[in-house]
Nanobody, 123 residues
Framework: QVQLVESGGGLVQPGGSLRLSCAAS????????ISWFRQVPGKGREGVLC????????AFSDSVKGRFTISRDNSKNTVYLQMSNLKPEDTAVYYC????????????????WGQGTQVTVSS
């Protein structure tokens, strides 16, 4: 079974940057498509970005285009979410999830989820 662990969250001022990591154990991430999601208490889960097993990337939300970048380092078995020009509305718990089919599709099936890392954007 694959286990995913997110890290890198914290408190940052508006306009600042953070780099989140999604590290895997029990399997190799190069076989999976990895997506980042975020969730605010009382609201539904929102897709952020996805990267396929081949390295193709798609943004799920217009609000993060041009500000967030997803990448993967297969040698470290880790996927990253680089966030810049952060805004208060980016405040959420950020999760990563793995899809074993490895492709980006309109409806994906995620086999594994991390526990999440809190990102708070506030002055």
């Amino acid at each position: 079974q694959v286990q995913l662990v997110e890290s890198g969250g914290g408190l940052v001022q508006p306009g600042g940057s953070l780099r989140l990591s999604c590290a895997a154990s029990g399997g190799f991430l190069h076989n999976y498509a990895i997506s980042w999601f975020r969730q605010v208490p009382g609201k539904g889960r929102e897709g952020v970005l996805c990267i396929s097993k081949h390295g193709d990337a798609t943004a799920f939300s217009d609000s993060v285009k041009g500000r967030f970048t997803i990448s993967r380092d297969n040698s470290k078995n880790t996927v990253y979410l680089q966030m810049s020009n952060l805004k208060p509305e980016d405040t959420a718990v950020y999760y990563c999830a793995a899809d074993s089919l490895g492709t980006i599709r309109p409806r994906m099936n995620y086999d594994y989820w991390g526990q999440g890392t809190q990102v708070t954007v506030s002055s």
